[in-house]
């Protein structure tokens, strides 16, 4: 008989883990005869009509006819030395997460498929505001048709095409393996044992072994010891200190159009908030009167979708799942996101310590304590005349349907100045955007050069300066990007510059395409002293970003 293909999800269990201690409560096994050593589960859940079915005013005789059965299937057996789980229909549901190996799948597809075969790719980019995305093509492609930044996405899922089609004909992977190859039922073992000499490969590294610059942490006493510099470091932000870097983002792709509230729990908090963010989270401590944080919390603390009225209408996630957060421990730089640490390669990290270090560096004035970047900008305009002030002077580029702002200062020297307080990464994100956006507009449209030279003139007309449009070459001049120096300014406290990881990243790139343009770019580290006894709250309406630049890639004819 020829055997037909059949669509398997595997999962490797832990180490040490039997079948008994990977399952939810309420799931019986049994021997399994088919295969030696096996065991199985089979039941069905549900049993209730769906919640719509109340909403339509269903008879009890048209509610049987919408009835929820749903049925599902799970297989253990043990090959060369290991506990897989195969499981069927919503089998998966009744598995216990933290028992099975991480990114078993995905390591599996990086080493068997076909790296110009893919298919889909899920990718998160740890920062402020967390971005998660799931792309997919028509036909297999190489990963560049997957816009895959190479070093600041991890990824979560990937399919595609693999290369022994003896393996299987189709893979995807995260934690799990789907897999579709050809067999008959006794064959279970060898596919699982084949996955498990997959996953021992290092094949991945000829094509994916940018993978390597972010690993995934694994290690249970390293784990313990991140969790603790977490707490420590959420501790000290409700205790007043800045929360530089640390951030909630949901832990999955969300849909935004459930509308849900959010309400922390797990410490008798009643409060309901709009959206996941960090204040609110700091705002329900505060009211509740909790003033330590251990990492045990990490756990008992969650976050709960909920209805206006605060009552649960969908899904919930342990706060150490939400927390994004960066953390240096026994010399090496770790990142929190979506619930896992990851560290960062060492070299990978002296490489932006080095390309910061050797970054031209450029003295501005210092902040003042209570100074934002609208207030600082504010004060300059007006004390520092050798300095012109173009912040919020909007201008509109040719076939644009936005306004955009040019930069925050110019002044005599040619250097062209972008301002912004390093109250967040993703702030800080939206300064370099800025800056490589406004380079290229100043470079190819003549029309608003001519538009920016007409925001100078009205400066010079308030404030008295002078002299400052020739700075701008008008749009029938030649522009020579390699006469100007885009400077990238970031208020924030301490004597000594600092950035997070990733904000480094973004800075590193922004450069090279400022290079690439012909640009030369230097940082300023604007110091601001540290305001002392202030508890973290919202943005104010001055700290929002302007909106001033988008880039030209996000514009709609």
Sequence with gaps: ??????????????????????????????????????????????????????????????????????????????????????SFGMGHVKLDPSK???????????????????????????DENTLSRR????????????????????????????????????????????????LKVADLPK??????????????????????????????????????????????????????????????????????CIRYKGFRSKLVFPDLDLSGYLGALQEQGVTSFSADDLRKHAVH?????????????????????????????YVLSGGRWYQVAQDYAQELVKFFDELPKEELPDALPDENEEKYNRRLKKDVPELLCLDRKLIKPTGWTTTVEACDFLDKGSRIIHVKDKTSSSRLSHLFNQGTVSGRILIVDGAARDLVRGKIAEVEAETGQADFAKIIPTAASNFQSRDYTIVYAVIGTGDVPKLPFFSLVTLRQAVRDLKALGYKAAFAWIKKPAAVGVKPSKPTEDDQDDGEVIDPADEVA
Aim: with cysteine.
């Design 1 to 86: 008989m020829t055997d037909n293909i059949q669509k398997l999800s595997i999962r490797l269990l832990k180490d040490g883990v039997e079948p008994a201690d990977a399952l939810r409560d309420g799931v019986d096994l049994e021997n399994w005869p088919k295969i030696e050593g096996a065991k199985i589960a089979l039941d069905t859940m549900g049993g209730n009509p769906p919640k719509w079915s109340g909403f339509l005013g269903l008879s009890a005789d048209e509610k049987k006819k919408v009835w929820n059965n749903t049925a599902y299937g799970l297989v253990f057996l043990q090959t060369s030395g290991r506990w897989f789980a195969v």
């Design 191 to 260: 596919a699982c044992a084949d996955a498990l000499s997959v996953y021992a490969k290092d094949a991945y590294k000829n094509h994916f072994g940018w993978v390597d610059q972010i690993k995934h942490v694994r290690e249970a006493d390293l784990l313990e010891k991140l969790d603790d510099a977490a707490a420590a470091k959420l501790e000290a932000v409700i205790g007043g200190a800045d929360p530089d870097g640390l951030h909630l983002a949901f832990p999955i792709i969300y849909d935004p159009e459930k509308g849900a």
């Design 135 to 182: 792309s997919q093509t028509s036909r297999g492609s190489d990963q560049t048709a997957f816009a895959i930044d190479v070093e600041r996405d991890i990824i979560r899922g990937l399919a595609g095409t693999p290369k022994d089609k003896d393996f299987a004909t189709r893979v995807a992977g995260s934690d799990a393996l789907s897999m579709d190859r050809r």
């Design 100 to 126: 099975f190996e991480q990114d078993f799948g995905l390591r599996v597809v990086l080493n068997s498929v076909d790296e110009e075969q893919l298919k889909s790719a899920d990718v998160r980019t740890p």
């Design 305 to 333: 979708e909920v209805d206006d009225e605060g009552k649960d209408c969908g899904k919930s996630w342990k706060i150490g799942e939400c927390l994004v957060l960066e953390a240096e421990v026994d010399g090496h730089t």
